[in-house]
């Protein structure tokens, strides 16, 4: 696994918007095909597990920790890889740290996608709110899961927006 603390983000930016920029050190993956705009980074990140496809529900912080690197992240979700597989629909929380000065914790997330490339796994986890888990979790599920598991879509746009600039606007590099 790659340790170097480069950061590759996503913004909810329509990707149309030609004149979007990135601030140094970052740049921008353009895909027409998506509806956010990526930034790359390889940014270590752990997170854990709060209930795999196979029933296990571990509501507290406790057990089953993933190490890996963030390789992309967007206000939809991110791509990581690991040396753990996690497997499609599992759900997790995470924490990363953006450019060594934003740490976000406790950000939920649903495994949406998982490919082995050799010995490393990519994973892509879309970001999700406690009201989307209402469809997968039991009511009884969701009252055991700490408070501090919340929206923080939110939280992580406003850092990613923070990176990106429109070009006609004046930035101090």
């Given at each position: ?22 601030r140094?050190?970052?740049?921008l ?47 939809g ?8 597989p ?48 209402a ?10 899961l700490?408070?501090r ?16 600039y ?8």
């Amino acid at each position: 696994m790659n340790d170097s603390t480069k950061v590759k983000f996503v913004n909810d930016v329509e990707v149309e918007q030609s004149e979007l920029r990135a601030r140094k050190p970052f740049s921008l993956k353009r895909d027409n095909q998506r509806r956010f705009i990526r930034l790359e980074i390889a940014s270590p990140m752990s997170l854990r597990k709060i209930k795999d496809i196979f029933g296990n529900f571990w509501p507290q912080e406790q057990v089953y920790s993933v190490a890996g690197n963030i390789l992309n992240i967007s206000p939809g979700g991110v791509l990581i890889e690991t040396e753990e597989p996690l497997n499609e629909a599992d759900i997790v929380a995470m924490r990363f740290t953006l450019q060594d000065q934003k740490t976000l914790e406790h950000v939920l997330g649903v495994v949406k996608r998982v490919d082995r490339d050799e010995d490393i796994y990519l994973t892509g986890i879309e970001f999700v709110n406690r009201d989307h888990l209402a469809d997968t979790l039991t009511r009884g599920e969701l009252d055991l899961l700490s408070n501090r598991l919340d929206d923080f879509q939110h939280s992580v746009q406003d850092v990613l927006k923070s990176y990106l600039y429109h070009e006609n606007e004046q930035t101090s590099a």
